[in-house]
């Protein structure tokens, strides 16, 4: 079973909005921090936003404004709301996980498979 399962990446036109769903294996409860990285052709993998099970978040310079992450604990699922795409927000959107208990499986530092997103000018 796959820890971590992407969704919601597509191509999408500068200013429109997309959402990305991470769905977790087990329990989401079990993470205590959970974030979005993206990974640009030919960059470096960087933070976009992180959310702690007490409920904080943190969110990258270029992204405050326009995304939200949030967790829904019923559906075990962490989002990362999009508005206001912009041309440089094209990249490869990574779930991440530090702990995922899959059944009886302890898994650390969890990366999800990945979902490309592509905003056009």
């Known amino acids: 079973q796959v820890a971590l399962v992407e969704s919601g990446g597509g191509l999408v036109q500068a200013g429109g909005s997309l959402r990305l769903s991470c769905v977790v294996c087990?329990?989401?409860?079990?993470?205590?921090?959970m974030a979005w990285y993206r990974q640009a052709q030919g960059k470096q993998r960087e933070l976009v936003a992180t959310s702690t099970r007490g409920g904080s978040t943190i969110y990258a310079d270029s992204v405050k404004g326009r995304f939200t992450i949030s967790r829904d604990n019923a559906q075990n699922t962490l989002s990362l709301q999009m508005n206001s795409l912009k041309p440089e927000d094209t990249a490869v959107y990574y779930c991440?996980?530090?702990?995922?208990?899959?059944?009886?499986?302890?898994?650390?530092?969890?990366w999800g498979q990945g979902t490309q997103v592509t905003v056009s000018s």
């Open positions: 991440n996980a530090d702990q995922v208990v899959c059944g009886s499986r302890f898994s650390y530092n969890v």
């Open positions: 087990g329990n989401i409860r079990a993470a205590n921090a």
